[in-house]
């Protein structure tokens, strides 16, 4: 994928434990693969504290000044776009405009401290789905932040059900956050793309969590081998 196609957004670990509800002590005692993690610092915060995380991203492809240079191309036209549709967000546990760009800004920030340092450790890996460089049974728990289900504009139902397979293959347990799309309405797919996995066998369940920035975008998919 080229660099000037990719959108680069940086979320916290703080974000993605109220994503995903995850636990301290999930973050501590299981292998976490992140799917399409982009500049976030949840990994970075994650290895920091001594847990262990891989993310997987096409950005990942490119340098440090690279990503750096995409990010303030693309980090003052993704704020405009929320200021012009800031009615399509909650703006509670993050209050403004100015909090949200601080706190983008910081993920971001502490992601590129610590890129090479992790590209070297294995711990940034140039990847997509619906494709995994890792073996069957890799991870504890794979993350979908912000991919499947948002995109279903863009991404069909062929495409999510081959995603979220190729995440179960790798993982014992898959959860994606959020289940709406851009527009805020909820994704047509998510419907038979929880059908199609329990008739695989899998136990689905989705999951009210404690976050909601864009209006609408409160729940979470669980998948797990039954």
């Not at 693309?74 to 405009?97: C, G, H, Y």
């Not at 706190?103 to 890129?115: G, N, Q, V």
């Not at 995994?132 to 279903?152: G, I, K, R, T, V």
Request: aromatic residues 10%; proline residues 5%; charged residues 30%.
């Amino acid at each position: 994928m080229k660099l000037e196609n990719i959108i680069p957004w940086g979320r916290s670990k703080k974000e993605y434990m109220e994503m995903f509800n995850l636990t301290q002590e999930d973050v501590l005692n299981k292998k976490i693969l992140g799917c399409g993690d982009g500049p976030s610092s949840f990994n970075t915060e994650v290895d920091y504290d001594g847990g262990e995380v891989v993310s997987i991203d096409p950005l990942y492809a490119y340098e440090k000044k690279e990503i750096m240079k995409r990010i303030d191309e693309v980090a003052p036209v993704v704020m405009d776009e929320v200021k012009a549709n800031a009615d399509k967000f909650v703006w509670k546990s993050i209050p403004d405009l100015e909090s949200l760009e601080y706190i983008r800004i910081e993920a971001m920030m502490e992601f590129l401290m610590d890129y090479e340092d992790g590209k070297e450790e294995g711990r940034y890996v140039e990847a997509e789905l619906p494709n995994l460089p890792f073996e069957d049974n890799s991870f504890d728990l794979a993350l979908s932040s912000h991919l499947l289900f948002l995109y279903s504009d863009h991404l069909d139902e062929a495409f999510h059900k081959e995603a979220i397979e190729e995440m179960l293959r790798v993982a014992k347990e898959v959860r994606i956050f959020p289940l709406v799309t851009l527009t805020n309405e909820p994704s047509p797919f998510v419907a038979p793309v929880m059908e199609h996995l329990k008739e695989k066998g899998y136990a689905v369940s989705i999951e009210q969590t404690g976050y909601e920035f864009q209006k609408g975008a409160d729940k979470m998919m669980r998948i797990s081998r039954s």
